[in-house]
């Protein structure tokens, strides 16, 4: 089966353009098959960023896909954008639709954190559920490697995909944890580190 954090040239065959309104503003993304939520903004996106209190700083949009959170984001507060995908096909899309939404951003294409050197205030993360809870458990740890002191992760996740036990990962590796949305079995989680 194939998924979106696998780079798979051969899906893309219908570039679509999705338009989402949020915060008194009008964002354009292209997209294409093989890409997470190709068709539409998924929901959860659009939870975590209604859920996010206002950010300062620098930003990592870890995973970016096609960058929805991050470009919304860094467009809303004016943040220091750096978005990172495994899959360099959506990572092009990511810097494409930087651009279309007149947002500045650095790119790099890295498997989690391998390629990634920085520290952040501010890392956001809709989890790549398929790719198992190894691997986001490990985008978890690392990411408090790679925030400030008072830095904050920001991630959505579903209860059926595992709400409970990533609010347990959390309080284990951040000095404190916020449920910022619970709706639905759909949580809206910020872990701050100290």
């Not at 919304?72 to 943040?79: E, M, N």
């Not at 790099?108 to 989890?127: A, E």
Request: glycine share 6%; proline share 3%; net charge positive.
């Amino acid at each position: 089966m194939n998924h979106y954090f696998v780079e798979n040239p051969s899906l893309l065959t219908n570039e679509r353009k999705l338009e989402l309104e949020i915060f008194d503003t009008k964002f354009k993304f292209m997209a294409n098959n093989g890409l997470f939520s190709c068709d539409k903004i998924d929901d959860a996106s659009i939870t975590l960023l209604k859920n996010t209190p206002p950010l300062k700083g620098t930003l990592l949009d870890l995973g970016c896909g096609y960058g929805t959170l991050g470009i919304v984001l860094a467009k809303k507060y004016s943040l220091d954008l750096t978005m990172a995908d495994i899959n360099s096909i959506a990572l092009d899309y990511a810097t494409r639709n930087a651009k279309l939404n007149q947002v500045s951003a650095i790119s790099i294409h890295s498997d989690g954190f391998t390629n990634i050197s920085d520290i952040f205030d501010n890392i956001v993360l809709n989890p790549p559920i398929h790719a198992g809870k190894e691997t986001m458990y490990r985008m978890y740890e690392k990411s408090v490697l790679h925030l400030v002191s008072g830095g904050s992760l920001f991630i959505v996740i579903q209860k059926k995909h595992g709400a409970e036990s990533t609010i347990k990962k959390f309080n284990e590796l951040f000095t404190q944890v916020n449920v910022l949305h619970k709706k639905k079995g759909c949580y809206v989680l910020q872990g701050e580190t100290k």
